[in-house]
């Protein structure tokens, strides 16, 4: 299917672009464009670690800022800038070396869908977790993740029923908040999220309601206009009310576990391990969003049941039942590491098979020699 996708945030045509357009013709022409991709998710990826190692239990910068070396707030605003900046440039490059296959499509979404949840997660370190003065409560930020990954599969619901990936304003705002959070959190400390800002509100507060508004009142409103429009028009990819819904079950399914198992778990799972708890979210989620990517570009039915849900079902019952007693955080932890393992391998496997199939090479824009 031919990729087409539509942007109007004026932050993104006005601004941005102008920029992407002038760092592009730096990128020499024969490096591939999937490795500008992974190069920015592994940047990302990189940079979370590294803040996990100064603030694993997300309470740094509340109890005592200072835990976290200011260089590494300003290195955070370097490679968010630079994973912001390859993944809007990889598909330009696509396009300047003739070289934009399906392959690097799904790698450039799929990615995105991962890399959603990362930047979330090492935001919270900035704003720290609540410790009865400032910060936020850990429930928060797992709402607060799920709105962003809703926001993230609402757009891909949307291409899977409409056949155009309308990409959402907030991600554009969102890469310039983000960027301008670390360099402020660089330049001034900690402290400054932790004074009110307004009417006794704090700056971490105001972006919650920021990121709330804009989510179900600007983006979820919109992508229903759109599949509505298509339907109007009768350009809609699916006939029947049901194929439309279908990849929506599984995620559904995947948050109401997930959220049962924060709510009920006998240990207070969350508030023990809110960065493996977190991490395990997005990731689970991640996996189900790329079998959405995978069947929206191959014009296939999504299965009804994704097939995590089954081992995650069993934990969440072994926990809030009371099965796992003391064994709850390590039980997670491997859970965590075995969802994880499996993502990758998933990842390995579908770009092998895509590179096979379409005669190419991931990394290399050389052209496979045929058996």
Same mark, same amino acid.
């Given at each position: 299917?031919?990729?087409?996708?539509?942007?109007?945030?004026?932050?993104?045509?006005?601004?941005?672009?102008?920029?992407?357009?002038?760092?592009? =013709?730096?990128?020499?022409?024969?490096?591939?464009?999937?490795?500008?991709?992974?190069?920015?998710?592994?940047?990302?990826?990189?940079?979370?670690?590294?803040?996990?190692?100064?603030?694993?239990?997300?309470?740094?910068?509340?109890?005592?800022?200072?835990?976290?070396?200011?260089?590494?707030?300003?290195?955070?605003?370097?490679?968010?800038?630079?994973?912001?900046?390859?993944?809007?440039?990889?598909?330009?490059?696509?396009?300047?070396?003739?070289?934009?296959?399906?392959?690097?499509?799904?790698?450039?979404?799929?990615?995105?869908?991962?890399?959603?949840?990362?930047?979330?997660?090492?935001?919270?370190?900035?704003?720290?977790?609540?410790?009865?003065?400032?910060?936020?409560?850990?429930?928060?930020?797992?709402?607060?993740?799920?709105?962003?990954?809703?926001?993230?599969?609402?757009?891909?619901?949307?291409?899977?029923?409409?056949?155009?990936?309308?990409?959402?304003?907030?991600?554009?705002?969102?890469?310039?908040?983000?960027?301008?959070?670390?360099?402020?959190?660089?330049?001034?400390?900690?402290?400054?999220?932790?004074?009110?800002?307004?009417?006794?509100?704090?700056?971490?507060?105001?972006?919650?309601?920021?990121?709330?508004?804009?989510?179900?009142?600007?983006?979820?409103?919109?992508?229903?206009?759109?599949?509505?429009?298509?339907?109007? =028009?009768?350009?809609?990819?699916?006939?029947?009310?049901?194929?439309?819904?279908?990849?929506?079950?599984?995620?559904?399914?995947?948050?109401?576990?997930?959220?049962?198992?924060?709510?009920?778990?006998?240990?207070?799972?969350?508030? =023990?391990?809110?960065?493996?708890?977190?991490?395990?979210?997005?990731?689970?989620?991640?996996?189900?969003?790329?079998?959405?990517?995978?069947?929206?570009?191959?014009?296939?039915?999504?299965?009804?049941?994704?097939?995590?849900?089954?081992?995650?079902?069993?934990?969440?019952?072994?926990?809030?039942?009371?099965?796992? $007693?003391?064994?709850?955080?390590?039980?997670? $932890?491997?859970?965590?590491?075995?969802?994880?393992?499996?993502?990758?391998?998933?990842?390995?496997?579908?770009?092998?098979?895509?590179?096979?199939?379409?005669?190419?090479?991931?990394?290399?824009? =050389?052209?496979?020699?045929?058996?």
């Amino acid at each position: 299917s031919q990729y087409s996708a539509v942007d109007t945030n004026p932050l993104s045509v006005y601004i941005m672009q102008p920029i992407w357009n002038k760092i592009i =013709k730096i990128v020499p022409l024969w490096i591939a464009p999937n490795l500008l991709t992974f190069s920015g998710f592994v940047m990302i990826l990189f940079n979370y670690f590294l803040i996990s190692f100064y603030d694993w239990d997300y309470t740094a910068s509340g109890t005592s800022p200072g835990l976290v070396p200011t260089w590494v707030w300003l290195f955070s605003a370097f490679t968010t800038f630079c994973a912001y900046a390859l993944d809007s440039i990889d598909g330009k490059h696509a396009r300047r070396t003739q070289s934009s296959t399906p392959l690097g499509e799904l790698f450039d979404h799929g990615l995105d869908s991962w890399a959603t949840s990362i930047f979330v997660l090492s935001f919270f370190s900035v704003c720290s977790r609540d410790n009865g003065k400032t910060g936020v409560s850990v429930y928060t930020m797992y709402i607060y993740l799920s709105i962003v990954l809703f926001n993230f599969m609402c757009s891909h619901w949307e291409k899977y029923n409409t056949g155009v990936l309308f990409l959402p304003w907030g991600y554009d705002t969102s890469q310039v908040v983000l960027i301008a959070a670390y360099l402020l959190t660089g330049t001034v400390g900690v402290e400054v999220w932790q004074k009110p800002l307004l009417f006794g509100y704090y700056i971490t507060d105001v972006l919650v309601i920021l990121l709330i508004g804009f989510s179900l009142f600007l983006s979820f409103p919109q992508t229903l206009y759109n599949i509505h429009r298509a339907h109007l =028009k009768k350009t809609l990819k699916n006939d029947s009310l049901y194929e439309g819904l279908l990849p929506l079950v599984s995620p559904l399914l995947l948050f109401i576990l997930l959220t049962v198992w924060v709510v009920l778990s006998p240990s207070n799972i969350l508030a =023990k391990q809110p960065r493996l708890f977190l991490w395990m979210v997005g990731v689970a989620f991640s996996n189900v969003i790329c079998k959405v990517i995978v069947c929206q570009m191959s014009s296939t039915q999504p299965e009804l049941f994704h097939w995590f849900l089954f081992p995650l079902a069993l934990v969440v019952y072994a926990a809030i039942s009371g099965l796992l $007693g003391c064994m709850e955080e390590a039980v997670l $932890g491997v859970f965590t590491a075995l969802v994880t393992a499996a993502h990758v391998h998933y990842g390995v496997c579908v770009g092998r098979q895509l590179s096979e199939h379409l005669n190419i090479y991931i990394f290399s824009l =050389k052209k496979r020699i045929q058996e």
